[in-house]
């Protein structure tokens, strides 16, 4: 077991990692350089080199679906100067790649279409919204983008040229909760006649997207069946689905079946992002990302931050830390944290290896956090005083898109205080700790930290950034060999509650003995006496 050292200032205990707009401080992280000679470096090391030279030339590294991963060729696409040349001509990868510019070009022909108003509603109106459906990795990464992009103001012109918007759409909703209050809220806000429908699944079987979709079909209908046949576009690897259910075929955008879900906001499912904000700007996003893929490529592994991140998520699961906070010291970040969610969780939140070998401890941290200052006033008191293993992350961004730098240096004197204190501490000397009048103001510090920080919140900066997760989730995978691509825990809920629905609908009277779970059945009687006793 690897021993935790003090945190020692004056060390330079871990070397900082810099690439493109991105600014990693880890002195904080307590691991000495001999320390990590003790490890089996080399092991790790290569076991992440060989998973991203697997990944990058197309071959299975998703073997429960017998798949390779073909997520990062979304953006190769438009990008291959970027990318070796033994990257790019591996035959399958040629298809992979040739078959995501295709998509990528009819995207970018479509979208101009709507943004300058040549594909208009059945009534020859202009659409003026947009309504995206999806859940989980059809839907996490285009909210985010939206969050970003619109407080980026890119709505309002065409990119980086200052242009003024082409577009005429300013109001795009998300909906993707079953709940249909979302739903509600989403279609009060929304004309059935000017609103452009995206319907995002990779899979288009999913419960609730489909069933949120028979909705909106209802909605459309409602000013039309025209505008059913002519108002929705679908984003999906099964194309052939989304036609069965109407959806015209040049409004569907197909993805590969190697592009995992929540690794997909790079291809189709974000086209309504390029709708709203124009191609230009979501390039911009994809050259971010392609720009990591080319630092993986080229870095070693002393010299890659994912890996480097990689390795000291490891070490500190090795000693114990199995939740990471993640704080981004930015408004405009507030949905970075349930994005990163779905990405680390469902990626590493695994109980075996690709080998089938049991896990004798968690693959990865609890991922969670919210953004700076706003946390510090909810749960850094945790983090400064309770016995409680967890690593921390902040992230600050350098340049702010304002003129308020006086604001802007005290959100990052928070970003810088927070750090220093979680790491160095309060009255946690051997001779404090002997004096009661103290200890309640004890802040124990040495907490493993990781201060980073981008010189600015662009499109590039954050597909740069976006990128460098997603790498730093398959390095942390390749190291303990489990696949990140796979999801097989998520069936078991949904096969439970396709049985508990039917149940619902069919129930008359008190559910007798079954062979149902009796505290289900208790639940499902109460639920009806509560609906009865409305
Ligand atoms: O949560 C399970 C999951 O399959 C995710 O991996 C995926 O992002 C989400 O459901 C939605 O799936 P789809 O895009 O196929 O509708």
Redesign the pocket.
């Known amino acids: 077991m690897n021993t935790l050292t003090a945190y020692a200032p004056e060390l330079d205990t871990f070397k900082t990692l810099e690439d493109g707009p991105l600014h990693i401080d880890t002195s904080r992280q307590p691991y000495t350089a001999s320390l990590l000679d003790e490890t089996s470096y080399v092991l790790e090391k290569s076991r992440i080199a060989l998973f991203f030279d697997a990944m990058f030339k197309g071959r299975v590294v998703n073997p429960s679906e017998n798949r390779a991963a073909g997520h990062w060729t979304l953006r190769a696409a438009g990008n291959l100067d970027l990318y070796p040349s033994a990257v790019r001509l591996m035959h399958n990868q040629r298809d992979e790649i040739s078959h995501a510019q295709m998509v990528q070009a009819q995207m970018e022909r479509f979208v101009e279409q709507v943004r300058q108003g040549k594909f208009r509603s059945p009534e020859g109106t202009e659409y003026d919204s947009i309504l995206h459906l ?5 839907d996490l990464g285009p909210r985010l983008l939206n969050e970003v992009f619109s407080k980026l103001g890119l709505a309002k012109c065409e990119g980086s040229s200052g242009k003024p918007g082409s577009t005429s759409i300013k109001n795009i909703r998300f909906v993707s909760n079953v709940d249909y209050h979302e739903m509600k809220l989403a279609l009060e806000a929304l004309n059935p006649k000017t609103t452009l429908v995206v319907v ?7 419960r609730e ?1 489909l069933n949120n979709f028979g909705h909106i079909r209802n909605w459309l209908n409602s000013a039309g069946e025209e505008y059913v046949k002519h108002s929705i576009v679908a984003a999906t690897c099964k194309p052939e689905k989304a036609k069965a259910l109407g959806i015209a075929d040049n409004q569907i955008f197909e993805f590969s079946e190697t592009v995992g ?2 690794y997909s906001l790079w291809g189709p499912v974000s086209i309504a992002i390029r709708i709203v904000y124009g191609n230009q700007a979501f390039n911009e996003f994809l050259r971010g990302a392609a720009d990591m893929d080319s630092h993986v490529l080229n870095s070693d592994f002393d010299h890659s931050i994912p890996s480097q991140l990689a390795f000291t998520d490891w070490l500190n699961l090795r000693n114990g830390v199995t939740s990471l906070m993640m704080s981004p010291y930015d408004s405009r970040l507030s949905l970075l944290v349930p994005y990163l969610q ?1 990405l680390w969780m ?1 990626s590493l939140g695994k109980g075996i290896t690709s080998e089938g070998a049991p896990l004798m401890h968690a693959a990865c941290p609890v991922l969670w956090g919210d953004v700076g200052t706003n946390g510090q006033h909810a749960f850094f008191q945790m983090l400064h005083q309770a016995p409680f293993q967890t690593s921390i992350e902040i992230l600050a961004i350098a340049r702010p898109d304002h003129a308020e730098q006086s604001s802007h240096d005290l959100l990052i004197s928070h970003a810088f205080a927070q750090a220093e204190a979680f790491a160095v501490g309060k009255f946690n000397r051997p001779s404090e700790f002997l004096d009661s009048s103290l200890n309640f103001r004890t802040c124990p510090g040495h907490k493993p930290l990781s201060l980073m920080m981008l010189d600015s919140l662009t499109p590039h900066a954050l597909g740069y950034l976006l990128a460098m997760w997603e790498h730093r989730t398959v390095a942390l995978a390749a190291i303990q060999s489990i696949n990140p691509f796979d ?1 097989w825990g ?1 069936e078991l809920g949904k096969l439970i509650a396709e049985k508990i629905e039917k149940k619902i609908q069919t129930y008359d009277e008190p559910m007798k003995e079954t062979n149902e779970d009796p505290v289900t059945r208790h639940l499902l009687n109460l639920y009806k006496d509560l609906q009865s006793n409305a």
Do not use: N
Not at 134 to 138: D, F, K
Not at 200 to 206: D, R
């Open positions: 999806g859940i989980g990795g059809s995002a699944s990779k899979s288009f079987s999913t997207t879900g929540r779905q469902e999801q998520v």
